[in-house]
């Protein structure tokens, strides 16, 4: 029992209870289910693209381009099935073409912090601008609305729904599903697996690893194809939830989901960031920026709420860090 | 008797720069094998090689009777050969369980774990060598001396038949040493060879069964079994005969320099008083705990006393306040880690040498004169000898030795009245310890009144003319070095005081 109070997840979840309660009582629509099926619908995007964000922050380092990978993957394949009038494309192929085209872009990320052994977040922030900038200047600048039929009816896909008492309906969307499989597979494979242990292991310290024989390039290969699979995928979820394509409207929001991945414990050395402190960290700020909204508390004070919820959790992490390291 | 790893005549080069010029080495089943050599010898290069992580030149390998052309480190651990590095290559974020069954894992080529079986598996190998410790706790939480245990375990997971130790007793304490000989001794018994990199020579002849001393990438010398003192070991080692001059200390001055006066710290020390006078030698030892570090960087202002006083030249100053307090009645201090807190690690050596008195090379309008400074950087780089130096190349670039000359330089250019030194030969070659331990004695003749903290019992005795020796944070004892031997020093350190009853 002592183990679980003192872990990362058990304090994020009780930030968690503490501020949905406190929020509860100034509003109680907080608490309500229709309000929770609003939160998971928020944190679906941020929760893909924090897979992949975990990913690459426990092998390497900090990853500015996933939502750059996301983003510029999906508007291609697009552009190019609309301008070539392609509405009944079917869903997997759809999903497919993004997912290749976001391993391709997680590769070069690759190749330029693996082979030419570079910082992780300076190539990160270069290759975050890249395509941005090649989106916008090769590809195009309109928002995609008309999107293929099997996108649209995957945007009113549910699987719950609730009216309350002023006869406004609340939807449990099905992505919610997948991103929950797409959890429990990540936690399976991180803590169940080889390969999933060679990444805590070369995230921690890279000579010990390779003293252990792992083969360092090989596995951080694998961590960026399977970046770029769930970038492709957030990519697509993204335009599916706000049944538009809008180049280079999710950067900027990489902080957020960062913010998230580290609240659940997946930075520094130490780091043994989990599936499930992820998830209660994309939770979290989810809750938050909700709440406030529901709350109509103007967006600036959001930002400024989000960063002290954040700066708290830090401090929280840090000081039980302190406490354990004995030398 | 079984030859487990066979050298002969190894060749290998990094860069041009020869860092095995004909190697010879032989490790048999069961022995206690000792390498020795000073640093850039190419000790580290040697094992590298047997463990697989460099491929080499030219030259036989031979592992257990097989020839191998080159040698991958998953083959080196099948055939037996573990290595533990001197940062234990230990991942910290991974539980005990975890780390003592990777090696097993990875060259198993597991695509899956199974919980259970690791736990089951490192709980019987933390068993098999009377480690007593929770498997689930995380390395990081562990001190130096567990994770080196973990390491030893982890080695003996994989059924290991030749366990490298890289200096595996830099950081341990007395105590863990001989725990950590017990347990040498132990794996002896089972079969396990060991090959034991040090540079303690003391420790060696402890436990020896061979020695095999390198110099320039060449066995110089192979022993088994056949006695050989230190004095020849350090003969091997650097080609030349060093005989350590006692400092003779001459009293010159009855004012003391320094007088501390009941000096104490909550929970650290107490009741410190001693006198030290001009160009005296003054030792203070004890076990690692026992309070000696905390004298030292209290008497520097890094960590002020509670109470007490202290009395430079009969003018009574307090307590030390600060770092400043210290460095205004010239109060030199070189630390025990030099990593963190003696160099700047990434700024040059030439900068690291004027970087105690920088604040003296400005000019009227508040600029560095550069000038001034580029000629202090060549005199006091000029104090110290050190080999092909490159002064514009970072600190980093140095060996353990060498960088220590430099933090020596620093403060010599400042010219201190007293000096405290903070164990500064662990880790430094025998050359280099020499060189040291003259520039010491010099500054000593010069009538610097040296405070020298060692649990170097040679050292104390080659340099000091009184040892001080505390326990639990008191002086326990004071001894003259001419009335003392070795064996006494070393008794009167290791007796635990609370056993014997407050005795003394």
């Known amino acids: 029992m002592k183990r679980i109070i003192k872990t990362n997840e058990f304090s994020v979840a009780a930030i968690i209870t503490i501020i949905w309660i406190l929020f509860g009582l100034v509003n109680p629509d907080i608490l309500t289910v229709a309000n929770l099926y609003a939160i998971t619908r928020a944190s679906i995007i941020s929760a893909t693209f924090a897979l992949s964000c975990l990913l690459v922050l426990l092998a390497v380092g900090i990853d500015m381009s996933f939502y750059a990978v996301g983003c510029t993957s999906i508007y291609v394949v697009l552009n190019y099935l609309v301008k070539n009038k392609m509405f009944d494309t079917p869903l997997l192929l759809i999903f497919g073409a993004s997912i290749v085209l976001a391993i391709i872009l997680q590769l070069i990320n690759w190749f330029f912090i693996d082979r030419l052994s570079l910082q992780p977040f300076i190539v990160t922030i270069g290759s975050q601008s890249l395509y941005k900038g090649f989106l916008l200047a090769f590809i195009g600048t309109t928002y995609i609305t008309t999107l293929p039929t099997s996108m649209k009816s995957l945007a009113t896909k549910y699987i719950a729904s609730t009216t309350n008492s002023s006869g406004i309906t609340s939807n449990l969307h099905f992505l919610v599903f997948i991103v929950i499989i797409m959890y429990v597979l990540m936690h399976l494979m991180l803590s169940y697996t080889r390969f999933g242990r060679n990444i805590y292991a070369i995230g921690a310290d890279v000579i010990a690893a390779k003293r252990a024989g792992i083969n360092i390039s090989k596995t951080r290969f694998f961590v960026f194809l399977l970046a770029g699979i769930i970038c492709g995928i957030g990519g697509m979820f993204q335009v599916t939830l706000n049944r538009a394509a809008v180049p280079a409207d999710l950067v900027g929001q990489e902080l957020m989901v960062i913010a998230a991945v580290v609240l659940g414990g997946g930075m520094g050395k130490q780091a043994r960031g989990s599936i499930l402190g992820t998830a209660l960290g994309v939770i979290l700020l989810s809750l938050i920026s909700n709440s406030l909204i529901l709350m109509k508390i103007p967006s600036y004070y959001q930002q400024a709420f989000t960063g002290i919820i954040i700066l708290i959790g830090l401090v929280i992490q840090s000081s039980k860090g302190k406490e354990q390291a004995v030398d | ?504």
């Open chain 2, 1 to 504: 008797m079984n030859e487990i790893v066979k050298i002969q005549g190894m060749y290998k080069s990094f860069f041009g720069a020869k860092a095995l010029d004909g190697m010879d080495f032989t490790i048999y089943e069961g022995e206690i094998h000792c390498l020795i050599g000073e640093n850039g010898c190419g000790k580290s290069t040697m094992i590298k090689i047997i463990s697989g992580f460099h491929p080499f030149d030219k030259g036989d390998l031979y592992i257990n009777s097989k020839k191998f052309g080159k040698i991958t480190p998953i083959e080196a651990m099948k055939e037996g050969i573990q290595v533990i590095y001197q940062d234990f290559s230990l991942i910290p974020n991974m539980t005990i369980a975890e780390n003592i069954t990777m090696y097993n894992d990875v060259y198993q080529n597991r695509m899956f774990v199974n919980r259970n079986k690791m736990r089951k598996m490192a709980r019987a190998t933390v068993k098999k060598v009377n480690f007593d410790i929770d498997i689930d706790k995380y390395v990081y939480e562990l001190g130096v001396a567990q994770k080196q245990m973990v390491a030893i375990c982890r080695a003996m997971a994989l059924d290991a038949k030749l366990i490298i130790m890289d200096e595996p007793t830099t950081a341990l304490t007395s105590k863990e040493v001989e725990n950590l000989f017990k347990l040498v001794f132990k794996l002896k018994e089972n079969g396990v060879s060991i090959l034991f990199v040090s540079h303690k020579l003391d420790e060696v002849l402890k436990i020896a069964d061979s020695i095999t001393v390198m110099r320039n990438g060449k066995s110089v010398y192979n022993s088994r079994g056949d006695k050989i003192s230190k004095e020849e070991m350090v003969y091997y080692m650097t080609g030349k005969k060093f005989s350590e001059e006692r400092y003779s200390y001459i009293q010159a001055d009855n004012n003391p320099l320094l007088k501390v006066k009941n000096y104490s710290l909550k929970n650290k020390f107490s009741d410190i008083s001693f006198s030290l006078y001009r160009g005296e030698i003054l030792g203070l030892t004890g076990l690692l705990g026992c309070g000696r570090n905390e004298v030292a960087k209290s008497l520097f202002g890094l960590i002020p006393a509670t109470n007490g006083s202290v009395e430079i030249n009969n003018e009574d100053i307090g307590i030390i306040k600060n770092v400043g307090h210290a460095l205004k009645y010239n109060i030199g201090y070189v630390p025990e880690d030099r990593l963190t807190e003696g160099l700047h690690m990434e700024q040059s050596i030439a900068d690291n040498g004027i970087s105690r008195i920088i604040g003296s090379l400005v000019d009227k309008n508040g600029l560095l004169n550069m000038k001034k400074v580029q000629e202090k950087k060549k005199e006091i780089l000029s104090l110290i000898y050190i080999p092909q130096l490159k002064p514009n190349n970072p600190a980093r670039s140095l060996s353990g030795g060498n960088q220590q000359k430099v933090v020596l330089a620093k403060w010599l250019a400042a010219q201190p009245k007293i000096f405290i030194l903070n164990s500064p030969t662990v880790g430094v070659d025998v050359g280099s310890k020499t060189e040291i331990h003259n520039i010491v004695k010099k500054l000593a003749s010069k009538g610097v009144g040296i405070i020298l903290i060692s649990d170097d019992i040679p050292e104390l005795m080659a340099l000091c003319n009184r040892v001080l020796i505390m326990n639990e944070g008191h002086i326990i004892n004071e001894k003259i070095i001419m009335d003392t031997s070795m064996e006494e020093l070393s008794e009167l350190i290791a007796i635990n005081y609370k056993e014997v009853g407050k005795a003394i």
